[in-house]
Structures are given as C-alpha cells and as structure tokens.
C-alpha cells in the first residue's frame, strides 16, 4: 500500500473513492431526507458517486426525495468533484499553511495537467478565482430573472441560482426541478447563463487561462488549446444546427415553440448534452436520429484536467489529425506548425480504446440485466454515466439494483479516467533499457 500511494497519480482514483464513501455515509443520515428515515446504502452510495464525479445522474425525485440539508451536502460534493480532489487539498494546505510541499505541488499536477513546479501556487489562485467569479456572475444573473420575472422570492432566488449555478459550471445535472429546466427553455436569461458557464467549466483550466493569457495571439496558444478552443466551437456549431433540424417540427420538444424559443432550446440543449446533464428538452421525447448525435457529444466531452468527461475535445481532434496523417502517408502528425509526440498519439488511441470498450462492455451488461432493453436506450444511459453528463431517458430511476451498481461503477471511471485507473493499478511500471528489433506485420 506505501508502494502504490507514492506515486501521486495513483492518489487521484483513492482520493475520489475515499470521498465518495464517506460521502455516501453522510447521505444515509436521516436529516438528509425529506422524511428524515435513512436512506438505502445504494441510493446513497449512487448519489454520492453521482455528485462527486459531477454527473448529476439520479435515481430519485431529487427535490422530493433529499431535504434542504441534503441538497447542500449535494451541492458541496459536487463542487468538490468539480474542482478535484488532491486540488481542493492543496487549496485548504495553501490557505492555511501559506506554503506548498514539493510532494504536494505533484499531486496538483497530476490533477490538473498544468504548469510547472514553480507556478503551483499561483494556478491554485488562479483556479479558486475563477471558480467563484464564474460561479457568482451566473448566480447573479439567474438569481435576477428568478426574483424579477417569476415572482420568487430574494431567497428563494438566490438558492435556486446559486445550486444550479454550481451544477452548470462544475457540468453536473442535479436540479431542483423535477422535470430538469424545461420550464425555463424558451428563457435565455437563465438557460443561457447555465450553459455559457457549463461551456467555461468544461474547458479545463489549462486551455481556459493559456487563451485568456493569450487572447490576442491565437496563433501562439499550445496544441492542446487550440485542439480544446477551436474543436469545442465546432462540435457546439455542428450539433447545434443538426439538433435544430432534427427536432424542428417534433411537437413534443420543441415543434411548438416559435423561432426564438426552438433556437434558445436546441443551443442550450446541445451545449448542456456535452457533459452539463440539465434537461432543456425532454430527453425520453427526441427524435430517434437524435440520440446517436447526443450519445456522440457525450462520449467525446469537454477539455482536458476540466469539470466535464468523455474522452475530451482534444484526443478526438487528435485522432482526426492521426488518421489523416495515415491516409496521406505522412511520416508525422503535424497540428498546425507543431509535430505532436509519439507517445501522446498512444495515449490518445489507448483512452479512446478503453472508453470504446467500458461503454461497449457495459452496454452489453446492462441489456442483460433487463430483458427486452432497446440498444439505444442502453447505449444512450451507459454513456452518459461514462462520461459524466447525466443526461437519462428515464431509466435509471427504473434499474434493479445490478443496473445501479454498474451506472456507479462507470461514473466513478469515467471522472477519474480510465488511462489514469490503469496506471494506477499498474504498480510494475519501469524504464526499459533496451528495445527489441522491429517488425511490421500487415495492418488492414
């Protein structure tokens, strides 16, 4: 155990575990819920994963079934989740102590994908900063229309914004509405607000602060960013326009709305369906053709070391390039003027791999533990609790407890990540020092 907890990536899945039991005892407390009796360990233990790997994805009424107090603990979880673990623990370390270990400084780095040793201290900053600014612009501007247009009162208001705020930024999908936000779809002033600071939150920190840093230079923003930017603006772009066409004239979407509110639903919509989880539309009410477009957006995510899931922006974008790359016969892969490393094309195409096989394999589980399960269903339910999105058709909530169990297993891989579970448990990982002749065997 010493062994496999020195090394600072094998911290990353233990931390979020250990969470998210003693979360679940936390939940399973009678002032939790509405009734004040315990809740059952599985619904406890679902939820709790739910929340700290920021899905959002619930198998009960979450306004009717948890109290106030366990809509807070709810709320705290997921901004936890949202921020990372080991980052959350240097945070409190640095706030106190006013100073980072080495050891520590690692550990923020094996989270966040970010900066070098030396500027730890200040990406902290830099991440408490935006989290809160983000988070209390939203709040402000939901909080408002609530208070103004809908007659809530202040606290009532700021509440409401404030949770969903969280939820939006942190690409959770708890609501304390049982039917998602689909009262408020044809209302930018506050769907537009949640997915705006959805789409900043699935970002990742890392491209986030190299563009702002960068805004005017484009031209000079790493591999990474740009993959992560320019990649995110046409997945929104394209799955916005085939959304809107696909459910234009479905009259139990939005067939009904005139054109401001079908556009105001369907960018929304596509932009809360990449790992954000509320419900604009009503999911189990789509059209057929559109749920290979939603299960696609969900299986590749946000940005990098980000609140979102999936297998990212960047390692699809990545692919792309690869196989073009194959198809011209380049020696290569060249992004732009930069020729990217060997070792990060295998990385791509082993977390792709292993995303294909844990959606494909647990697909394959859940229709064999409910008979008669359409494929799309399964397939749609499976990946949105892989990539953290919590988007449903309404089964989860109708899933014996094997079902259950499984959703919270691919929650909690699908928030650590599969690559990183792997060397994880990969406790024999050394350098080799030397290599064996090469061989190309026929390929196609």
């Known amino acids: 155990m010493r062994r496999f907890l020195r090394h600072p990536v094998r911290l990353v899945p233990v931390g979020f575990l250990v969470t998210i039991l003693l979360s679940t005892g936390l939940l399973m407390l009678g002032p939790m819920t509405l009734t004040r009796q315990d809740a059952p360990f599985l619904v406890a233990l679902f939820t709790a994963t739910s929340a700290v790997s920021v899905t959002g994805l619930a198998i009960t009424d979450t306004p009717n079934y948890w109290s106030e107090t366990g809509l807070v603990v709810i709320t ?39 900066y070098g040793l030396g500027d730890v201290r200040r990406l902290l900053m830099h991440i408490a900063a935006t989290v809160l600014a983000c988070e209390a612009v939203m709040t402000v501007l939901v909080a408002a229309r609530l208070w103004l247009g809908y007659e809530y009162t202040l606290g009532r208001a700021l509440w409401s914004a404030s949770f969903h705020s969280i939820q939006a930024f942190n690409n959770s999908g708890f609501s304390l509405y049982s039917d998602g936000l689909l009262a408020f779809a044809r209302d930018p002033w506050v769907t537009l607000p949640l997915a705006l600071g959805s789409i900043v939150g699935g970002l990742g920190f890392p491209a986030l602060f190299e563009a702002v840093r960068e805004w005017r230079r484009p031209v000079r923003w790493a591999v990474a960013t740009k993959l992560t930017i320019w990649g995110s ?96 016969g380049e020696p290569d892969v060249t992004v732009g003027n930069r020729r990217i490393a060997t070792s990060s094309q295998r990385q791509a195409l082993t977390v792709t791999l292993l995303s294909v096989a844990m959606v494909a394999a647990g697909t394959s589980v859940l229709i064999l533990l409910t008979d008669g399960l359409p494929l799309t269903n399964a397939l749609f339910e499976i990946t949105s609790a892989f990539s953290t999105t919590g988007l449903t058709v309404g089964l989860a909530s109708s899933l014996h407890d094997g079902g259950v169990f499984l959703l919270t297993v691919l929650m909690y891989i699908g928030r650590v990540g599969p690559l990183t579970l792997g060397s994880a448990i990969a406790l024999n990982t050394r350098r080799r020092l030397y290599r064996y002749p090469e061989e190309q065997p026929i390929v196609g």
């Open 233 to 328: 603006v046409v997945l929104v772009a394209l799955g916005f326009v085939m959304l809107l066409a696909s459910e234009w004239s479905n009259p139990w979407t939005i067939g009904q709305y005139d054109m401001p509110g079908k556009v105001n639903a369907a960018f929304t919509q596509i932009t809360l369906s990449r790992t954000g989880g509320f419900e604009v539309m009503p999911i189990d009410r789509l059209r057929e053709e559109s749920y290979p477009l939603l299960t696609a957006l969900m299986f590749i995510g946000g940005g990098s070391a980000s609140t979102a899931g999936g297998i990212k922006v960047s390692t699809f974008f990545l692919l792309a390039f690869i196989m073009w790359a194959e198809i011209r």
């Open 76 to 114: 705290v979880l997921t901004q936890i989740g949202g921020i990372g673990i080991l980052t959350l623990a240097a945070l409190v370390i640095l706030t106190v102590s006013r100073r980072l270990g080495l050891h520590n400084r690692m550990l923020v780095q094996a989270e966040t994908l970010e």
